[in-house]
């Protein structure tokens, strides 16, 4: 634990860290444990004050659906995570014996939600205006990261918006598992109308589907996503197929 906030960059009051780090599940187990929620719920009210902030002085230009949409990728759950495994944060995470057998230290949902608890803490211990240099420190360099971006993005959402803009149909999603039950993926795909739009994979059906509704998204609006190095991020094999299919519809 001494080591563990020299990795945060920042100092906490050892009392105040132990709760942050510290998971319900945990706290069921041991009777008069205090867990984080509560400090949960007051870092994600300084990440979305600080984030809001940081994004509306950063681009003026930008409607407040597009702010929307930036701030949602920013502040998911799945860039959270990736920040808290940036500090193998799940070895310092106080866990009860169910969620340490079932891998709890790397769920997504667990890292995040300790991550808003160590921003809440940070604020308890220093203050808002040192709070939101510690998120921000985070989350700028995310902001010049279009595939940051693009993978935080709501795009099961957009798709929709997208398809009732364009009048083209219901959006529906085919999903097809395999493999055991301790090891399932699963491919999506995204069909609008009868337009096989894009396809993804993923471990768990709701990421099949949300991959090929990003794949979907990026097919019918022709935009190119590139990753944190400038190179395009392609869509998969048969999501450009899908794309070849309406040109030869014409």
């Known amino acids: 634990m001494p080591t563990f906030p020299k990795r945060l960059g920042v100092d906490i009051d050892a009392e105040t860290l ?24 007051l870092g994600d009210s300084v990440l979305g004050l600080s984030v809001t902030d940081e994004i509306y002085r950063r681009y003026p230009d930008q409607s407040e659906g597009d702010l929307a ?16 495994r940036a500090i193998d944060l799940g070895s310092f995470i106080r866990l009860g014996k169910g969620e340490i057998r079932t891998n709890g ?75 055991p039950d301790h090891n399932r ?18 471990t768990s059906k709701k990421e099949a589907e949300r991959r090929a509704a990003a794949n979907a998204y990026l097919n019918l609006t022709g935009t190119t996503v590139t990753d944190g190095h400038g190179r395009p991020v392609e869509a998969p094999p048969a999501a450009k197929q899908s794309r070849r299919s309406r040109r030869q519809r014409g």
């Open 18 to 41: 132990l709760i942050a780090l510290t998971h319900r599940s945990f706290a069921y187990e041991h009777p008069g444990t205090v867990h984080n929620e509560r400090l949960e719920f």
């Open 105 to 179: 230290q790397d769920k997504a949902s667990i890292l995040a939600d300790t991550m808003e608890s160590l921003i809440g803490a940070v604020y308890l211990t220093h203050g808002i205006e040192r709070a939101r240099a510690f998120v921000l420190g985070m989350i700028v360099p995310l902001l010049e990261d279009d595939f940051v971006i693009h993978e935080g993005r709501d795009w099961k959402t957009e798709i929709q918006e997208l398809a009732a803009m364009r009048h083209l149909g219901t959006v529906a999603y085919d999903v097809v598992g395999t493999g």
């Open 69 to 84: 949409k930036i701030r949602a990728s920013v502040v998911s759950t799945r860039t959270l995570a990736q920040l808290a």
């Open 185 to 202: 993926s699963f491919v999506a795909t995204c069909v609008i109308g009868t337009d096989r739009a894009g396809t993804g994979d993923g």
